[in-house]
């Protein structure tokens, strides 16, 4: 039986290389989503399918990458090798985590979306412009008192879009109270609820409140119904992403599109350059511009 096992190999690899037949490279990806909605995230979901399609296309496989293996953790890294990888894509996880960092050192191929390591290739959006035309719009709009409460502040897109709120209400020589940042988390409608009551509740209320994404637009929603005001008229607000659910809203949200489908199409581009010729391919991070969507939550004032 063993010896028929083995022709059968043999025949396979003789009729691979008569084809010309080659083994495609295996493709790993780090996704690690905390608002519970897993592959059905209306923002990541869209870099997923398009990374997955674009890198099959590429004739590539693609897996994700489990490290709870029957009941028993693995490093990152250590999955890695022992599923044979070649190279892998972390889309959304938690970049400070131990392993994280491990697997990006490990000499393994890796490209991160939206975050920032040296020396290892990104793709992500223009967020200071994002940042800068959203907030141009609403001061454009008549509005002066705005506030931004923000995702976490552990990534360098949190980081880069609060410094381009701050600097772009400097440049209009418009205050920042310490009290209208808010830190939050993306995705959780509940707790943005929570924050923006508590500023809607302020005795100076901001009259626009600059949301972490669209779908904390909702909880902004509640919160607004929740304390008598109404969307634009009495509060204004601006979502982040332009997921196709700010199409059905109403009214409809102003927000940053982000091109997501093309965020992963160019991902696995440029892994699987990396990949195949690393020591040629460019690590620099490829930005990919942003676009503003004019809705109907920022009223003029």
């Not at 493709?27 to 995230?41: A, D, F, N």
């Not at 972390?90 to 920032?116: M, Q, Y």
């Not at 102003?254 to 965020?263: L, N």
């Amino acid at each position: 039986m063993a010896m028929n096992e083995s022709n059968i190999m043999q025949n396979s690899l003789d009729r691979q290389a008569e084809t010309g037949f080659q083994k495609p490279l295996r493709l790993g990806i780090v996704y690690q989503e905390e608002s519970g909605r897993g592959l059905t995230h209306p923002f990541f979901v869209l870099i997923l399918d398009a990374f997955k399609q674009r890198a099959e296309e590429m004739g590539c496989e693609v897996t994700f990458i489990n490290s709870h293996i029957a009941g028993h953790d693995m490093d990152y890294a250590d999955y890695c090798r022992m599923s044979r990888l070649d190279g892998v894509c972390l889309v959304c996880a938690d970049f400070a985590a131990p392993r994280v960092k491990a697997l990006v050192e490990a000499g393994l191929p890796c490209l991160t979306v939206d975050h920032l390591f040296k020396r290892v290739p990104a793709v992500l959006s223009d967020n200071e412009t994002g940042m800068r035309k959203l907030v141009d719009y609403a001061i454009s709009c008549g509005h002066r008192r705005i506030a931004f409460v923000h995702g976490h502040n552990n990534s360098v897109v949190t980081r880069t879009r609060i410094q381009q709120f701050k600097n772009t209400m400097a440049i209009h020589g418009l205050p920042v109270p310490e009290e209208y940042v808010r830190e939050s988390e993306y995705h959780n409608i509940s707790l943005t609820r929570r924050i923006v009551g508590e500023l809607l509740r302020m005795e100076d209320r901001p009259t626009c409140i600059m949301l972490p994404d669209d779908i904390a637009y909702l909880g902004a929603q509640d919160a607004a119904r929740e304390n008598g005001l109404r969307i634009p008229d009495d509060i204004s607000f601006a979502g982040y992403d332009g997921i196709p659910i700010t199409h059905a809203l109403r009214p409809r949200l102003t927000t940053i599109r982000q091109d997501s489908p093309q965020m992963g199409r160019l991902a696995a581009e440029h892994l699987i350059r990396v990949v195949k010729d690393p020591k040629t391919a460019s690590k620099l991070p490829v930005i990919l511009p942003v676009e503003l969507v004019e809705g109907g939550t920022i009223g003029k004032r």
